[in-house]
Each structure stands twice: as C-alpha cells, then as structure tokens.
C-alpha cells in the first residue's frame, strides 16, 4: 500500500509543477513578467505588467524595489487602454531583485508570477523577487 501512497505524491508533484510555472499569464491573460536576455551583454531588460484588477482602481502604479532603492515614485508605471500598467526596466544579470507595486495611500500589490516571494522585517508583508 505505501507503493500507491508514493505513487499518489509524486503525481501530484508533477500536477503542481505543470501549473505554477513561474512568468506565466494571469488570470488576465497578460504576461506579468516578461524578461528578454540580449544574446550578449550582462543586462536583461524586463517589462513588468499588473493587471486593472491587481491595480485595485489606482490611478497610478509605480514599481519599487531594490534597482531603485524603494523609491515608490520613481519608476512610474503607463497606464495602458484596458486598465493595466507597464513599465520596463533594464537589470543586471546574475541578480535577484525584491520589489512590490505601489499603488498610491500607502497601499502595495506584490506580483502573484514573480520568481518568488521573500519575506520582510515588517511582520504581515512579503516582497516579490525577480531572478535575472
């Protein structure tokens, strides 16, 4: 009996691997994360997307993080026709990167397709990470 135990998990391994894959589409169908690697060079250019419903009905989202020293204001995010925002930035290679969304009054959004979350000093919050 244990056989079908062990049989059962590692199905389910395999379940779970197939559907979180990580810089997949959202429920939006937008690509969160999209990450283009230059055939040479040490940067990476990536385009970030939060969705109209992520973005909660803020009139403007901003990305904050460890490339810009969590400067809320600094890295403003376009708003585009079907409510998303966009933005795209350039990062070294070899790094990983913590960031959130700021959504404006103190709220934050974390990116549910990021590479993985990290967790915080502040007890209740975590911190989206890419991985370049």
Known sequence: MWWSALFFIRILCRFVHLTKQPNSHNNTGIMSIQKNYPPKGAKCRVTFKLSKEMAQGAETVFL??????????QEPMRALKDGSFSTTITLEKGHSYQFR?????????NEPEADHQASTPFSDAENSVIVI
């Open 101 to 109: 969304y700021y959504l404006g009054g103190g709220q934050w959004a």
């Open 64 to 73: 904050a993080g460890d490339f810009n020293d969590w400067n809320a204001e």
